[in-house]
């Protein structure tokens, strides 16, 4: 079985100030890993995903994240926040081909 | 490019009546799955659709259905339903084919239970 942890349910910041949302996983198998973004009443967007390869993986929007095996982390970092930025975000994991196990959410409060 | 159409975006039904809601994959991908995503909750995986089989089976009540047709659009059949069932309902698509497990999500289908 997997499993993810979100450990912040919110993050409040100031607007160009960085950012890290924390990620950390559970899982016997190898994972591929997921950042989505949710804006208020609307879908969930794919932030950046980790299948393979380098660990430190860029994103849409500035965001990027590193994927770290010996901590199973995948936290999420923006070096300077806008406004917009305000959202919940999402991690997932997933093995192959099946579903997708999701964190319980951190909402980013950026504030002017 | 395509995404993925859900229909209808918003739906209202009284406690006991029954709703269908509709998933459009992008086209050629192959495998579908339904999310439930309740207020202030992350989504949880209901149901998933590999070439028209069921694929996986997550913490879908029995009073839910679903299947995949010859197109590969899906549809989840709710009856009975019940207050709880309020919440936004996610379809999402991908294609394994490509090497990667990467889901497309529909916009949803917010359900609201009177």
């Known amino acids: 079985a997997q499993s993810v942890t979100q450990l912040d349910s919110q993050v409040p910041v100031f607007e160009e100030a960085p950012v890290e949302l924390r990620c950390n996983y559970s899982s016997s198998v190898s994972v591929y890993l997921f950042w989505y973004v949710q804006y208020p009443n609307q879908g969930l967007q794919l932030l950046l995903k980790?299948?393979?390869?380098?660990?430190l993986v860029k994103g849409i929007n500035g965001f990027e994240a590193e994927f770290n095996k010996s901590q199973t982390s995948f936290h999420l970092r923006k070096p300077s926040v806008h406004i917009s930025d305000t959202a919940e975000y999402f991690c997932?994991?997933?093995?192959?081909?099946?579903?997708?196990?999701f964190g319980a959410g951190t909402i980013l409060r950026v504030k002017s | 490019a395509a995404g993925v159409i859900q229909s209808p975006r918003h739906l209202i039904k009284e406690k006991r009546e029954t709703a269908t809601l509709k998933c459009y994959p992008i086209?050629?991908?192959?495998?579908v799955y339904w999310y439930q995503q309740g207020p202030g909750q992350d989504p949880q995986f209901l149901i998933s659709f590999y070439e028209k089989m069921q694929s996986d089976k997550g913490s879908i009540p029995d009073r839910f259905s679903a299947q995949q047709f010859s197109d590969y659009h899906s549809e989840l059949n709710m009856s009975s339903l019940e207050l709880g069932d309020s919440a936004l309902y996610f379809c999402a698509s991908s294609f394994p084919g490509l090497g990667s497990n990467e889901q497309f999500f529909g916009p949803g289908t917010r359900l609201t239970v009177l």
């Open positions: 980790y299948l393979s390869g380098s660990t």
């Open positions: 086209p050629r991908h192959d495998t």
């Open positions: 997932a994991v997933s093995s192959y081909g099946n579903k997708l196990v």
